[in-house]
């Protein structure tokens, strides 16, 4: 690993984290309110390490990030960007360090998981910090600076593939600079027609900017103690599910829009994987809802089915009623599409559509070789042979994941914290859900979690955020070498 082209992206990083701290502070300026100074404080020691970093990386133009520099970058930054995140609510009294750490990794992450029980009493640039740190994660710090990394002379493609989510990242324009420009473009049109749409439903400004910052990055911060719940009306809370789910597909799939290929959308079989558990997991809770008339309503059941369902298969975690207290098969659908998340190249987490639809091709493809041992048979995915290689790296990513999760569980139940809140704890932090159930459920928090506890799942969080293999890298000696 070259330290220097490491340190001189990660000193941009930090100038981008610490840059996007002006918007609340301008307004607790305007408002009045005691965190002004800790966003000052907080963004003065962005700038001095991002300085600092710069100083020592000789400010040398040139270079290229490889494999090495790529992982460095991608998994240091955002250990940089939650380290000075956590200052403005360390620095104003709202948190210890631990919390902070953990409220402003479960942000960049978009994860959705907090340690506040109170949320309405924190002043507004708190509230819109909250939701900034879902947004500029959403998409990836790493995804952001590649739009300005050709100035300062480094490719950047091992960065890009280290950060995008999924199977495979491929280059959706010749230079990579232009890919990150495109998909952040894409980005931000969703985000400002969401808060429009908010706003015409009878939500003001302020809350309809930060929800659409939560909701595009599927994040799941809010500025009401009862998240969604709070607005009750049907079109804030369909607008919402809409722009959940379009968050959780694929976003190279939508310069098919641009081109207008529309049927190119549906002839990519993730696509209609994602769209059919969706469907199918929705009307299969509604149906249980009605059954055992949980609910009145028919129409109330559908749109709350619908509701729940996208904000935890696109690991948003936004809620609008507390179902931990649905029936068990409702709850144990959900814990399934925790494990499934979005799809790749998505703001969703989890373990990705794709990957659950490779590993039914190959278990497909091993049972007909039992049928018929003679035959040549060719693992396919959406009518493309599959490579060894991709079919490799879907078998290493669950285990690991299977890994995690139970190593991480057993060691948080050494804590006397029951089994169920324990395991969709690290659940909903690896796929960065956000709740989980029984003690840590959908109107819970984490709070009351030890702290070693809340930097295991801040880990666990990390590693998922991006997808376990970038992580663990940080780990080996060879990583660092040249």
Not at 255 to 273: A, H, M
Request: charged share 15%; net charge neutral.
């Amino acid at each position: 690993m070259d330290i220097r082209i490491t340190a001189k992206i990660l000193s941009m990083i930090s100038a981008v984290v610490s840059a996007g701290m002006l918007p609340p502070l301008v307004l607790a300026i305007i408002d009045g309110t005691k965190d002004a100074l800790s966003f000052v404080l907080s963004m003065l020691a962005g700038a001095i390490l991002s300085f600092a970093l710069w100083i020592y990386s000789g400010g040398k133009t040139g270079g290229y990030a490889g494999i090495r520099e790529g992982v460095g970058v991608t998994g240091f930054s955002w250990l940089i960007a939650s380290f000075i995140g956590a200052m403005p609510y360390w620095i104003s009294g709202f948190a210890g360090y631990t919390d902070a750490f953990f409220e402003t990794m479960s942000g960049f992450t978009t994860t959705g998981a907090t340690i506040f029980s109170d949320i309405e009493s924190l002043p507004r640039g708190i509230l819109l910090w909250r939701s900034i740190t879902h947004w500029i994660g959403g998409m990836g710090i790493i995804v952001l600076s590649l739009a300005v990394l050709p100035f300062l002379g480094v490719s950047g493609m091992e960065m890009y593939k280290a950060e995008v989510p999924g199977v495979t990242a491929g280059k959706l324009t010749p230079r990579l600079h232009q890919t990150a420009a495109k998909l952040w473009g894409m980005y931000i049109a969703f985000t400002v027609t969401e808060a429009i749409l908010l706003v015409l439903g009878g939500m003001s400004v302020f809350d309809a900017v930060c929800h659409s910052f939560s909701t595009i990055a599927t994040g799941g911060f809010s500025t009401k103690n009862n998240s969604i719940a709070y607005f009750t009306s049907p079109y804030i809370q369909w607008v919402i599910i809409i722009f959940m789910f379009l968050s959780g597909v694929n976003f190279s799939l939508y310069f098919c829009v641009l081109r207008k290929d529309f049927r190119g959308i549906f002839d990519d079989g993730e696509f209609r994987g994602y769209l059919f558990l969706a469907v199918t997991s929705a009307l299969a809770i509604t149906l249980c809802l009605h059954y055992h008339r949980v609910f009145d309503e028919i129409g109330y059941i559908i749109r709350h089915s619908f509701f729940h369902v996208v904000s935890v298969m696109t690991t948003t975690g936004f809620i609008v009623e507390d179902y931990d207290l649905w029936p068990e098969f409702a709850k144990f659908i959900m814990v399934i599409l925790m494990f499934v998340g979005a799809s790749g190249g998505s703001t969703g987490g989890g373990c990705k559509v794709s990957r659950f639809m490779i590993l039914g091709c190959c278990l497909k493809a091993e049972v007909m070789k039992l049928l018929h041992p003679r035959a040549v048979i060719t693992t396919r995915f959406d009518d493309k042979p599959l490579a060894q290689e991709t079919q490799n790296s879907a078998f290493a990513f669950f285990v690991l994941y299977m890994l995690i999760l139970g190593v991480s569980t057993l060691v948080i139940t050494a804590y006397d914290i029951d089994i169920l809140t324990a395991f969709t704890g690290v659940l909903t932090c690896l796929s960065n859900v956000g709740p989980g159930l029984n003690k840590l459920g959908a109107v819970e928090n984490f709070a009351f979690l030890p702290s070693s506890v809340k930097w295991l799942l801040s880990f666990c969080m990390l590693a998922g955020r991006l997808e376990l293999f970038a992580v663990f890298l940080l780990f080996l000696p060879s990583t660092y070498k040249k």
